[in-house]
């Protein structure tokens, strides 16, 4: 995002939090790059003007199986973030509005984020995600040739143009199940044989990376030709994957920590951003260590929003921590490790049992819950994470995005925001995993050792991501 121009700096010289809007802009074109600054003069209802920033681009929206981009603008008001933009579509002479629940009829766009704006819980790129989700389930635009029908199935006849090219054609009735696989190496093949037992896939794509020193396997799968896998190393394969899997590694023999990592951050410079330019609308899993580092990576590299980018995080250890409780323990009930995948992890329960049908919420520390959570925490230790139990974990996440299932994970997401987190960081949070990617679990309070953890964590991921040129 090209914020120098003599124009919009001279503009955003006079908002009253210049720096905060500045950060939040640069924040929007991380994951929303199509989201342009420009400058404008805004006039109100009462006829007053105000030269502003704006922000002009389309907002991609799946409806009947295919990617459409819909046109929208956002006004930023001098006082950005601490009140929220006035958003509105910005119809072609060839599209005509749907007014409707969410949309009036001028294109003035009304969202439960706006009404209920409330920085820094609020967020632009929150709201633009809430967005797409609504336009999804009620375009707001049609074609002139369809006002009096008002049919929302007779979409814009030029958004045909606007399509985004996922690499294959879908039938709106049939779900795509493509699912790619990016490294070699054991973990690779564990994930690909998981996957294949556990999900219904139409394809598999399995593609060794140049560089990377999980190489192998590969060869034969060529060899057996399992049904429905393809093998290859061109990125170009993976195009059109509802979800794509990176476990690759590339590790240096460098002395310091950081510069080791430095090395899979190269790596990942050229197979993220073509993951994601030959795959738009792909849930992005990643597998490559350190998870909670390379999943920043990734999302930052790929401009996908953070829903569609998670890490494998602590989902092995959640599972098991589940098992204990419910088959060793008799506490019936889901619960979570969440944190750092390190020594600094922590366990949580949820205060819904297993069976009861109800969305999870976090269980805040008790007297009861912390010595059960103990307990099983130590019959845990000793149990390892072995690339096929990682591949099962990766093809449990794997199934939940494919099936649409709505089950909680514990992924490493970006947790700014969730439970008093300020930094940029991705840590394993309880996640609810369908179709459209990751929706955290509300933050709780934690007890004072959890927190403790949890805060160095995000400490020193903070001090390790900015040694690293991304």
Known sequence: MDLRSEKIQRILSKYKFHDVA????????????????????????????????????????????????????????DSFPFTPPICLLRPTPTMVIREGKHVDGVGRI???????????????????????????????????????????????????????????SRHPDKPNNKVSVIGGGDLGMATVMSILS?????????????GSSTKGGSTDLEIFRL????????????????VVVVTANAWSSEQSYASVVQTNVDLYRGIIPNLSRFSPDTIMLIASQPVD????????????????????????????????????????KPAWVIGELSDNKVAVMSNTGLSSGEQP???????????????????????????WSVGLSIADITNSVLT???????????????????????????????????????????????????????????????????
Not at 198 to 210: A, R
Not at 227 to 239: C, G, H, I, K, T
Not at 304 to 319: F, H, K, Q, Y
Not at 362 to 372: D, Q
């Open 227 to 242: 049904p429905q896998v393809e093998v290859s190393r061109d990125l170009s394969a993976s195009a059109g994957s509802r």
């Open 22 to 77: 500045v950060e939040e802009l640069q924040k929007i074109h991380r994951i929303y790059p199509g989201m342009a600054p420009s400058t404008g003069t805004y006039t109100f209802s009462d006829g007053s003007q105000k030269d502003l920033v704006r922000l002009v681009g389309n907002t991609p929206v799946q409806y009947e199986g295919r990617s459409y981009n819909f046109p929208v603008q956002l006004w930023l008001m």
């Open 293 to 332: 580092v390379m999943t920043h990576v990734a999302w930052r590299q790929s401009c996908l929003p953070p829903t569609r980018v998670i890490g494998a995080g602590c989902n092995l250890d959640s599972e098991r921590l589940s098992h204990i409780l419910d088959v060793n323990l008799n506490a019936h």
């Open 404 to 470: 649409d299932k709505m089950k909680t994970h514990s992924v490493s997401t970006l947790a700014q925001g969730w439970g008093g987190i300020g930094a940029e960081v991705f840590l394993s949070l309880p996640c609810i995993m369908g179709s459209n990617g990751s929706t955290r679990l509300a933050g709780v309070s934690l007890g004072r050792e959890e927190d403790s953890k949890l805060r160095e964590s995000v400490t020193a991921l903070s001090d390790l991501i900015s040694q690293l040129k991304i």
């Open 361 to 387: 919420e976090i269980a805040a520390e008790s007297n009861s819950t912390k010595p059960l959570l103990d307990r099983a925490f130590e019959m845990m230790k000793n149990r390892g994470q072995r690339s």
């Open 198 to 210: 556990k999900c219904k896939v139409d394809k598999l794509v399995f593609i060794d990376v140049t």
């Open 110 to 168: 009304h969202l439960p984020g706006l009404h209920n704006w409330d920085y820094p819980k609020s967020s632009v790129v929150a709201l633009l995600a809430e967005m797409i989700a609504k336009f999804e389930e009620d375009p707001p635009l049609s074609s002139k040739t369809t006002v009096d029908s008002k049919d929302p199935h007779e979409l814009l006849s030029f958004v045909s143009n606007l399509r985004l090219n996922d690499g294959e």
